[in-house]
């Protein structure tokens, strides 16, 4: 867990949180993945449904390209470090909130596709 500190620079606080942040966002997907693996056993096991496997399916490979966007944005994360004017760190500071969006965008497919798993479960018991 990173540690903050009184004597930390602005620059050195936003970088912190943002690579908290980030690894929080890492954790949500790794786990985002076990869950759709066990939906897709679950679909295949229930529903036999293809639409329904196949958008699981879909969705667990999108989620998985997501998690090595950011483990590779992760390890940029050190360039940051090394911004000597503004426009480096608006740069820096523009990137996280594009990796934000493309984050929420991913749960938010996740929760619906699973709403809709769960609607049709649901409807079969």
Known sequence: MEVFYEHDSDDRLIAKKDALELSNW????????????????????????????????????????????????????????????????IYYVNKHEEYRTLYAGILQESHKLKEELYTQILGKL
């Open 26 to 89: 890492i954790g949500h997907l790794v786990n985002n993945g076990r869950e759709l693996e066990i939906l897709i056993n679950i679909a295949m096991k229930l529903s036999h449904e293809d639409d329904m496997i196949g958008k699981l399916r879909e969705l667990n490979l999108e989620n998985k390209l997501h998690l090595g966007v950011f483990f590779r944005y992760k390890s940029s994360m050190i360039n940051l470090n090394e911004c000597e004017d503004m426009e480096c760190d």
